[in-house]
């Protein structure tokens, strides 16, 4: 049952432990001051903070379409259903995306009081202007085919296709493990074990560029999967990233070291996370002031909340 609650519980999860080093003003508004903004009876600052929270840009927005009807074809393919077209998923991909310019520039009213069911597009709300950068439509144009098709044509798929031989686990669900009364929040986008090989897969598919933080993310993944299904050795794991942009893949061989290194990766982060509390048993944040926000200019470009720290300049 939902609990409306003064502050929000204290979690972990990776895009966390970014935000705030990257931005702790931005880490302030994101899981503190935008807490209960959705409720009709929020104070101001709060409904402004939760949404602002919720825009996305063209980017993001291209790569959450993406994961979600990569989901559903998944999903259709183990029950048994007609895959749909190469064709069929860019149109399909194309109208989401037209939809989410078609209500950041004119919806935008009904955004501001849903924001959680609307789009709202960085590139539209702070340029004030209802047309998006030629290059980057450009751009996410000619990711939306090449996506598509690395994707019909990747590993995964083709071990999705493959299903007599593979057993397949729940995805894209929110998924926790608690380290020391923490959750830990962790979003697998394909699990599945490879019957024949007796091995387990973790697969993340990414719609951008490789990150030096992709090893940690998996390595994350795989410590929970091996806590949840007991698994003993490392070897017994596969961890893949899927790059749709330029159709690889890249597989990894844990170690030890892997897992510690991520351990001792949420241990340092959460110490300094609790150093920004006033009352840590209620997860109550120091004021806004003990936030120092981002120095660098091409940072708050692209931030969300421009509007609050900036005000006097929009």
């Given at each position: ?191 599945y074990k490879d ?25 994350l993944y795989a ?92």
């Open positions: 049952m939902f609990e409306v609650r003064d502050y929000p519980e204290l979690s972990w999860s990776l895009s966390r432990h970014k935000t705030m080093l990257t931005c702790l003003r931005k880490y302030a508004y994101d899981y503190y001051t935008s807490h209960n903004g959705w409720l009709k009876n929020a104070d101001s600052l709060a409904k402004q903070a939760y949404r602002l929270k919720k825009i996305t840009n063209l980017e993001m927005h291209f790569g959450s379409i993406v994961h979600d009807l990569i989901y559903q074809i998944i999903q259709q393919v183990l029950n048994n259903q007609e895959i749909p077209s190469e064709e069929t998923i860019v149109d399909e991909i194309r109208h989401h995306l037209n939809r989410g310019f078609t209500e950041s520039t004119k919806k935008e009213h009904l955004w501001q009081h849903r924001p959680k069911h609307y789009t709202m597009l960085h590139e539209i709300y702070y340029s004030q202007t209802n047309t998006l950068p030629k290059g980057k439509i450009e751009k996410i144009t000619n990711r939306l085919h090449t996506t598509v098709k690395n994707f019909f044509a990747s590993q995964s798929f083709a071990d999705v296709l493959n299903k007599r031989d593979m057993q397949f686990m729940e995805s894209e669900k929110f998924r926790f493990m608690k380290v020391d009364g923490v959750k830990i929040f962790i979003v697998m986008d394909l699990v019957l024949l090989n007796n091995k387990w897969v973790i697969v993340d598919w990414k719609t951008g560029k490789s990150s030096d933080e992709d090893r940690n993310q998996l390595a410590l929970y999967l091996q806590q949840k299904h007991n698994i003993e050795s490392l070897d017994d794991i596969i961890i893949r990233n899927e790059y749709l942009l330029d159709a690889t893949h890249v597989e990894y061989k844990l170690t030890e070291y892997d897992l510690i290194n991520v351990q001792r990766l949420y241990s340092i982060s959460m110490e300094q996370m609790q150093s920004y509390l006033e009352d840590s048993n209620k997860n109550a944040p120091k004021p806004i002031e003990y936030f120092p926000m981002q120095e660098d200019p091409r940072v708050c470009a692209r931030c969300n909340y421009q509007e609050l720290c900036f005000p006097s300049t929009l």
